[in-house]
């Protein structure tokens, strides 16, 4: 039986729940209902079923538009979570993003050869179960929450391609991990979703959707190898919530800048035996001075004195990230697997180092875009920062619940698209020793991730 083209707004509820427990914004919603009133007559002109779209070809005008050089995106990702064990209760939250996006093709548009501009808003909002429900964990069960859950220019930039494409140049407002240590957020743990260095050292290495001033230089050096290096403000701003509420779309430029991120990537991307990989090797270098999580200014114990911390010149660290498709056909169906593991300097990283590895099966039980993940991932406080803690706490008469071990993560999910544009992706995460320390309870959490592109 062929599936309706147009819905009703009955029909289209479920994509626009909200938990009553905060206030949401209207733009949004309004945006698809007028998006779908003004394609609902061209509705019969494309089939729901195959349609990369959920609101089609806008009656011609996207692919008028793409020919002229302009490429359009609206997307919807949603993340709900209960915990039936860990935290001090035991709650449901949800947490969500909108997309809206423009990709110019520049040589197209006005004759700019090589030229490509990108600009992407992003509007969070939502609840983090971890914090909510006590649970006490360092990376987020609803990795789509955060950066004060508000309105960011994620993407203003400019990318010149020189040499036939061997040479990039990017510059504008970018996302760290957009070009180093890029990685899926096909999972829903944050242990397992983008750049990895950013879990760790996320106050000046700044993934989406958060952006800072920045420029960006790639080589492919061959057809399977390439070497790149940028340098990304550092300024605290960025990174204060208060500051996103009421900036987080503004191209301005903040006072208070302490210094840039360095990233250089090797990268590699073999195939092997027709099956595509990619292979990163990275150092990172903030030149931005840190404060030592132990030492005081005295290059004593902090925790027992109460003094200042030592102030330590520039922060450091290095990450590699492989993954591999092992079977199946290049793209399409078969199993992939990763490996991503960071290290951060000692001296000022609470969480000093992370791993995560995992395999996802793309095309199940003969469904093309189905995908099931499996992956397990351990992030690791620093037993510094530990000591300094309980030291404070000896001085303080206070008792703090701190970790100088590993937080255990495991997570599966299963990827139902029923089309091409929607996907359901319920998932369960195990937690162990939340914060690094068995002081919290282990959590188990059922999850739900959905992903909508208009």
Partial sequence: MAIPPCFTAEAGTS????????????????LLVSGLLSTCGAAQAYDIRTNPYLLGDWGGLRTDLAERGITLNLGYTGEAAHNFSGGQEKLTRYTDQWVIGSTMDLDKLVGWRGGTFQMTITD???????????????????????????WHMTQFWLNQSFLGGRVQWKIGRL???????NFSCAFQNLTFCGSQPGNLVGSYWVN????????????NTS??????????????????????????????NPSGTTGALVPLEFGWRPDWNGLPGSYKFGVWYNTSNGKDLYQDVNHAPRGETGLAPRERNGQYGVYINFEQQVSGTA????????????????????QDHQIALGLQYKGPFARARDVIGVALGATHNNGRYARYVRQQDQRLGTNT??????????????????????????????????????????????GLKTGITF
């Fill in 175 to 181: 996302t760290v991990g957009e070009d180093f240590a």
């Fill in 124 to 150: 969070r909002n939502g609840r983090n179960l971890g914090a909510d429900a006590g649970i006490g964990n360092n990376m987020l069960i609803q990795e789509v929450y955060g950066r004060g859950q508000t």
């Fill in 15 to 30: 994509v626009h729940f909200r938990p009553r427990h905060f206030p949401r914004k209207t733009l949004m919603p309004a």
């Fill in 401 to 446: 619940k701190v970790g100088d071990g590993y937080e255990y993560v495991a997570e599966v999910y299963y990827s139902w698209s029923p089309m091409p544009s929607i996907y359901l992706r319920p998932n369960l995460q195990y937690i162990r020793h939340p914060g690094g320390t068995s002081a919290n309870h282990d959590a188990f959490i059922v």
């Fill in 331 to 350: 793209g399409g169906r078969g199993a992939s697997v990763f490996l991503n593991i960071s290290q951060a300097d000692r001296e000022t990283a609470a």
């Fill in 208 to 219: 989406w959707p958060t952006s800072q001033w920045a420029t960006r230089l790639k080589i």
């Fill in 223 to 252: 057809e399977q190898t390439y070497v790149q290096a940028g340098i990304y403000q550092v300024n605290p701003n960025y990174v204060n919530d208060d500051y996103a509420r009421s900036h987080g779309l503004s191209l301005d």
